[in-house]
C-alpha cells in the first residue's frame, strides 16, 4: 500500500459557486485482495471485492447555515480499473462531535465501511458535514437545511473529481446513513427531490434510525426526567440551536451555572463525547433551570419547540424508492420516530416507502445489521453498463471519434487511461496498434 500524498488546489481563494471542488488529496489506497481480507476479518461471508480503491479527501464550495459562502470537506472512495459505469452512494455519519472524527481526517485510511462500499463497486461519498472535518463552525446538528446542503454540493463536487480521473458515473445515486446520518439522509432526499432532481436521480434511499421527529417523540423523551446514555445529545441539540436561531439573549437563561461555560467549551471541536458525557448528569435535562423547563413543556408556541418543529423531517412526500428501518430496541433514538414518518409519507401520497421495524437490540448493537440491510437493498437496484469494444471516449457509441484517440495512442501524441488501454486492444493482442484501428474502422463499416 502506497503511502504517497499529495495535495491539487482546483480553484483560488475567491469562491464562485455551491458545489465548486476546491481542493483534494489522496489519503489512501488498498488492492482488491487486501480490501477482500479486511471484509473477511469482519463478516466471513462478505461480498466479494471487484476493485482497487483509492481514497481522497476532498473540500468544496458551500453555505452555512446563515447563507454564508464557506467551505466544506468529506472523503471520496474510488474504484479504479473500472470497465463500467458505476453509481454515486453517499453516506451520512452518526453523531459526531469532535471536528477531527470524521473519513476525510481522523479515518483517512480504509475500514470495513469504506473497503465495503467502493469495493463492491459505489463510488462513495462520505460528508464531514458543516462544523465537522476541515469546517469550523459549531456543527448545526438536527437541522435541516444545512444538513442537506453540505450533502447536495458535495455530491457536485464529487462529480466534478470524477470528470476530472476519468471516473465513470452513471445516474444512479444511493443515501443512506444511521442515527444523525438517517437524519440527514431524509434532509438531503427532501432537497434533493424538491430542488435537484434535474442533477441526481435518486435510485434508492435508506433512513436509518434517525430522529425525523424532534418536536413529538425526541422532546417528549428528554423532558421526561429520565436516564438516558447518551446525555450529550441535549446539549449537542440545544447550542446548535441557540448557535443557529439566537433563541435566547444568553445561554444563562436556559443552562445551570456550573454547565455553561464548560458545555460551550467541550463543544468547540476538539473534545469527544465521552469527555462531554463525563460532566453531565444521567438525566440531561437536569442542565436546565427547572423552571424554564416547565416553561417549555407548558407552552407549545415557545420558540425553542418552533424550531423544532421547523426541524422535523416527516411531513414531506418521498418520491424515491425509499426503505425505513428501525430497531425496536433503540433507547437512544425511539423507534417511533420511523413509525410516525412512515406514517405521513403513506398520507402525503409516497409512491414507494417501506417500514422495516426490527428486533436487533440496542442503538449500538442494531447499526450493522440495519446497513447492511440497506446495502444488499441497493444491490438489488443497482444498474450499471459495460463499456463497448473500441469505444475510447465512452459515449456508448464507437465511431470516428475513437478512431481519432485511437490515432492518436498509437503515435503516442497522448497516453491512454485504464479504460482505453483494453477497449483499444480490439484484436486482444496485449498491443495498440494499426491492427487495432482497421478492425475498428470495419466494425464502424458493418455496424
Not at 452512494?89 to 465501511?113: E, M
Not at 418521498?318 to 406514517?343: C, F, K, M, W
Not at 421495524?357 to 442503538?363: A, D, I, K, Q, R
Given at each position: 500500500?502506497?503511502?504517497?500524498k499529495?495535495?491539487v488546489?482546483?480553484?483560488?481563494?475567491?469562491?464562485?459557486?455551491?458545489?465548486?471542488?476546491?481542493?483534494?488529496?489522496?489519503?489512501?489506497?488498498?488492492?482488491?485482495e487486501?480490501?477482500?481480507?479486511?471484509?473477511?476479518?469482519?463478516?466471513p461471508?462478505?461480498?466479494?471485492?471487484?476493485?482497487?480503491?483509492?481514497?481522497?479527501r476532498?473540500?468544496?464550495?458551500?453555505?452555512?447555515?446563515?447563507?454564508?459562502?464557506?467551505?466544506?470537506?468529506?472523503?471520496i472512495?474510488i474504484?479504479?480499473?473500472?470497465?463500467?459505469?458505476?453509481?454515486?452512494?453517499?453516506f451520512?455519519h452518526?453523531?459526531?462531535?469532535?471536528?477531527s472524527?470524521?473519513?476525510?481526517?481522523?479515518?483517512?485510511?480504509?475500514?470495513?465501511?469504506?473497503?465495503?462500499?467502493?469495493?463492491?463497486?459505489?463510488?462513495?461519498v462520505?460528508?464531514?458535514?458543516l462544523?465537522?472535518?476541515?469546517?469550523?463552525?459549531?456543527?448545526p446538528?438536527?437541522?435541516n437545511?444545512?444538513?442537506?446542503?453540505?450533502?447536495?454540493?458535495?455530491?457536485?463536487?464529487?462529480?466534478?473529481?470524477?470528470?476530472?480521473?476519468?471516473?465513470?458515473?452513471?445516474?444512479?445515486?444511493?443515501?443512506?446513513?444511521?442515527?444523525?446520518?438517517?437524519?440527514?439522509t431524509?434532509?438531503?432526499?427532501?432537497?434533493?427531490?424538491?430542488?435537484?432532481?434535474?442533477?441526481?436521480?435518486?435510485?434508492?434511499?435508506?433512513?436509518?434510525?434517525?430522529?425525523?421527529?424532534?418536536?413529538?417523540?425526541m422532546f417528549?423523551l428528554?423532558v421526561?426526567?429520565?436516564?438516558?446514555?447518551?446525555?450529550?445529545?441535549?446539549?449537542?441539540?440545544v447550542?446548535?440551536?441557540q448557535?443557529?436561531y439566537?433563541?435566547?439573549?444568553?445561554?444563562?437563561?436556559?443552562?445551570?451555572?456550573?454547565?455553561?461555560?464548560?458545555?460551550?467549551?467541550?463543544?468547540?471541536?476538539?473534545?469527544?463525547s465521552?469527555?462531554?458525557?463525563?460532566?453531565m448528569?444521567?438525566v440531561?435535562?437536569?442542565?436546565?433551570?427547572p423552571?424554564?423547563?416547565q416553561?417549555?413543556?407548558?407552552d407549545?408556541?415557545?420558540p425553542?419547540?418552533?424550531?423544532?418543529?421547523?426541524?422535523?423531517?416527516?411531513d414531506?412526500?418521498?418520491?424515491?424508492?425509499?426503505?425505513?428501518?428501525?430497531?425496536y430496541?433503540?433507547?437512544?433514538?425511539?423507534?417511533?420516530?420511523?413509525?410516525?414518518a412512515y406514517?405521513?409519507?403513506?398520507?402525503?401520497?409516497?409512491?414507494?416507502?417501506?417500514?422495516?421495524?426490527?428486533?436487533?437490540?440496542?442503538?449500538?448493537?442494531?447499526?450493522?445489521?440495519?446497513?447492511?440491510?440497506?446495502?444488499?437493498?441497493f444491490?438489488?437496484l443497482?444498474?450499471?453498463?459495460?463499456?463497448?469494444?473500441?469505444d475510447?471516449?465512452?459515449?456508448?457509441?464507437?465511431?470516428?471519434?475513437?478512431?481519432?484517440?485511437?490515432?492518436?495512442?498509437?503515435?503516442?501524441?497522448?497516453?491512454?487511461?485504464?479504460?482505453?488501454?483494453?477497449?483499444?486492444?480490439?484484436?486482444?493482442?496485449?498491443?495498440?496498434?494499426?491492427?487495432?484501428?482497421?478492425?475498428?474502422?470495419?466494425?464502424?463499416l458493418?455496424?
Amino acid at each position: 500500500m502506497s503511502n504517497i500524498k499529495y495535495t491539487v488546489l482546483i480553484v483560488s481563494f475567491m469562491l464562485s459557486a455551491r458545489g465548486d471542488l476546491v481542493s483534494y488529496e489522496l489519503l489512501d489506497e488498498i488492492d482488491k485482495e487486501t480490501a477482500q481480507s479486511v471484509l473477511n476479518s469482519f463478516i466471513p461471508t462478505a461480498p466479494e471485492v471487484l476493485y482497487n480503491l483509492e481514497m481522497y479527501r476532498l473540500t468544496y464550495e458551500t453555505i452555512d447555515q446563515f447563507g454564508n459562502e464557506a467551505i466544506a470537506s468529506g472523503a471520496i472512495v474510488i474504484p479504479t480499473d473500472q470497465l463500467e459505469t458505476l453509481p454515486l452512494l453517499s453516506f451520512h455519519h452518526g453523531t459526531q462531535v469532535k471536528r477531527s472524527s470524521t473519513y476525510s481526517l481522523d479515518n483517512s485510511s480504509f475500514d470495513l465501511l469504506t473497503a465495503w462500499l467502493g469495493g463492491t463497486g459505489y463510488i462513495s461519498v462520505f460528508p464531514d458535514l458543516l462544523g465537522l472535518g476541515v469546517s469550523e463552525i459549531l456543527h448545526p446538528y438536527q437541522i435541516n437545511t444545512p444538513s442537506a446542503t453540505a450533502v447536495v454540493d458535495i455530491l457536485i463536487a464529487s462529480k466534478e473529481f470524477c470528470l476530472l480521473h476519468d471516473i465513470y458515473y452513471n445516474d444512479q445515486l444511493f443515501l443512506t446513513g444511521y442515527s444523525e446520518g438517517g437524519y440527514v439522509t431524509a434532509a438531503a432526499q427532501k432537497m434533493i427531490e424538491e430542488e435537484y432532481s434535474d442533477v441526481f436521480n435518486i435510485s434508492g434511499s435508506t433512513l436509518c434510525a434517525g430522529a425525523y421527529d424532534m418536536s413529538g417523540t425526541m422532546f417528549d423523551l428528554m423532558v421526561s426526567y429520565q436516564e438516558y446514555g447518551a446525555p450529550y445529545y441535549l446539549p449537542y441539540v440545544v447550542l446548535a440551536y441557540q448557535d443557529t436561531y439566537n433563541l435566547v439573549d444568553n445561554l444563562e437563561e436556559y443552562l445551570l451555572p456550573e454547565y455553561v461555560d464548560t458545555l460551550q467549551t467541550l463543544f468547540n471541536g476538539e473534545y469527544g463525547s465521552g469527555e462531554i458525557d463525563a460532566i453531565m448528569p444521567s438525566v440531561p435535562i437536569e442542565i436546565f433551570h427547572p423552571e424554564v423547563v416547565q416553561e417549555v413543556i407548558e407552552d407549545y408556541d415557545h420558540p425553542l419547540r418552533q424550531r423544532l418543529r421547523e426541524n422535523d423531517l416527516y411531513d414531506w412526500a418521498p418520491q424515491s424508492p425509499t426503505r425505513i428501518i428501525h430497531s425496536y430496541g433503540d433507547e437512544l433514538v425511539p423507534y417511533e420516530n420511523s413509525e410516525i414518518a412512515y406514517n405521513h409519507f403513506i398520507q402525503n401520497g409516497s409512491p414507494n416507502v417501506e417500514l422495516s421495524l426490527v428486533e436487533f437490540g440496542s442503538h449500538q448493537d442494531a447499526a450493522p445489521q440495519i446497513l447492511m440491510g440497506a446495502f444488499f437493498w441497493f444491490e438489488l437496484l443497482k444498474d450499471t453498463e459495460s463499456f463497448l469494444e473500441g469505444d475510447l471516449n465512452i459515449d456508448f457509441d464507437v465511431n470516428i471519434n475513437d478512431i481519432i484517440i485511437l490515432i492518436n495512442i498509437i503515435t503516442e501524441e497522448s497516453q491512454p487511461n485504464y479504460a482505453q488501454s483494453i477497449l483499444a486492444d480490439f484484436n486482444n493482442d496485449s498491443m495498440i496498434d494499426i491492427l487495432d484501428a482497421i478492425l475498428i474502422v470495419n466494425y464502424i463499416l458493418i455496424n
